[in-house]
């Protein structure tokens, strides 16, 4: 049994989410082979280091990969395997979707346990319930919910590294131009302390005013719920909830967040969450560990003050 993990990288080093995948794999007990697909990426195959083996593939149209480009690619190497391998990121969700269309077989997402091969167990219902699902394809197609798995150790082993050749055609897609949000925070999916907004932040202005401070102080990430975020509030790599990111950070706290089901989906798993609400019945207080009632201009500048006394 072969396993083919899809590396997620920046062409200098692999993201958090790999090692989440490569740790999922590791439950299904077969061999697992690392792609790292790019243009330049070489330095960062070199850090694959916790699998057998590293193929890396080197082209052109995979400099910027569109979803067709790199679905192209991993369909025609999905031959020589039993699983196909991706964190359920929105770099996965956009592409793996397009290997399982073109083979015909299902795509089983956001797996957060590994019962046995062919039998995995996933959240259904913006998690409200865990169904059990056993494939019967001959290649599983699998987006790993990366907050069930610990990280495979960044270093250690000595795989083998090997260079494929790029020899397929490229897709009638391309991307023209791509804009990414930067930020010197901490990245919200592997953030140890999470602050996230809610609609209650009232503006744009008011959002950077109140929780850009305080998750400084902290070391925090800045998220947001997917009001705030049509609200234009933030951009939308911020989101966090069923249809945004999924976070479970040590410490999570709601600011002005109402706790809609779209929006619990995507936190519910933080060890501890804090929420601060004006409103004593909003639903966000049912999964909060400790939760503050009151005015967010109020306790947000106070509880900041608070952290730079403390340091």
Same mark, same amino acid.
């Given at each position: ?6 590396? $997620? @990288?920046?062409?200098? =080093? ?13 439950? #299904? ?8 697909? &790019? ?13 057998? %083996? ?20 991993? !369909? =025609? ?7 196909? *391998?991706?964190?359920?990121?929105? +770099? ?32 259904? +219902? ?30 250690? &082993? ?13 897709? @009638?897609? %391309? ?5 990414? @949000? !930067?930020? $010197? ?8 302390? *999470? ?13 950077? $005013? ?12 800045? &998220? ?8 234009? +509030? ?15 950070? $040590?410490? +999570? ?20 969450? *804090? ?15 400790? &939760? #503050? ?10 509880? !900041? ?7």
């Amino acid at each position: 049994m072969a396993i083919l993990v899809i590396a $997620e @990288h920046d062409n200098h =080093s692999l993201k958090g989410a790999t090692r989440h995948s490569i740790a999922a794999a590791g439950e #299904l007990g077969g061999d697992i082979h690392l792609l790292v697909a &790019g243009q330049n990426c070489e330095t960062a195959a070199k850090f694959g280091q916790s699998v057998p %083996r590293v193929s890396l593939v080197k082209w052109v149209e995979l400099d910027n990969p569109s979803a067709e480009n790199l679905a192209n690619l991993v !369909t =025609s190497l999905s031959p020589s395997y039993t699983h196909v *391998v991706a964190a359920a990121t929105t +770099y996965g969700k956009d592409w793996l979707p397009r290997v399982a269309a073109q083979l015909g077989v299902a795509q089983i997402s956001d797996v957060v346990r590994i019962e046995s091969p062919d039998t995995f167990v996933r959240p259904i +219902y913006a998690g409200s319930l865990w169904t059990r699902v056993r494939s019967l394809d001959s290649l599983r197609i699998l987006t790993i919910r990366t907050t069930a798995f610990e990280p495979v150790a960044e270093v250690g &082993g000595m795989a083998s590294l090997e260079s494929l050749p790029a020899d397929h055609a490229a897709g @009638h897609s %391309r991307r023209v131009s791509q804009e990414l @949000h !930067t930020s $010197e925070r901490p990245d919200l999916e592997s953030a140890r302390i *999470v602050v996230s907004g809610g609609r209650g932040l009232g503006s744009a202005e008011h959002f950077r $005013e109140l929780l850009e401070p305080l998750a400084d102080q902290l070391n925090a990430a800045l &998220g947001a719920s997917r009001a705030a975020v049509d609200l234009g +509030y933030v951009p939308n790599d911020y989101q966090v909830g069923q249809t945004g990111k999924t976070v479970a950070p $040590e410490l +999570y706290i709601a600011v002005g967040i109402s706790g809609a089901i779209q929006h619990l989906a995507g936190m519910k798993d933080s060890k501890v969450i *804090v929420a601060i609400n004006k409103d004593a019945e909003a639903p966000i207080f049912q999964v909060a560990d400790y &939760g #503050l009632v009151g005015d967010l201009n109020q306790v947000i500048p106070a509880l !900041t003050q608070a952290m730079a006394i403390t340091g």
